[in-house]
Structure formats: C-alpha cells, structure tokens
C-alpha cells in the first residue's frame, strides 16, 4: 500500500516528501508512511465496528 501510495501523487507521497524534508533516511521516511496508512486503516476499521 505505502509503495502504491509513492508512485502516485497522492497526500501519502507529500507526507513521505515532508518526512525527507525533515531530515529522514528514505527508510525511515518509508517506515514513518506505514505507520501513518496502519492509523488510518485502524481508524476506519474501529469506526465500522462502532457502526454495526
């Protein structure tokens, strides 16, 4: 998903960018965005649950 996310222009490559911005390895970055999309995804799944 993360590397999907970087081929495209899409909000999770400016966010792997600012990570590169502030001084991160590529790695760390890449790492850093992994945990970002593994949040939302949590998110949304807690969210659905809460519905039903």
Sequence with gaps: ???????????GRAYYRRRLTEGKT???????LK????DVVFK??????RKA
């Design 1 to 11: 998903m993360a590397i999907v996310q970087l081929r495209h222009d899409t909000p």
């Design 26 to 32: 590529s790695m760390e970055a890449l790492r850093a």
């Design 35 to 38: 945990r970002q999309l593994s």
């Design 44 to 49: 949304r799944m807690v969210r659905d649950a």
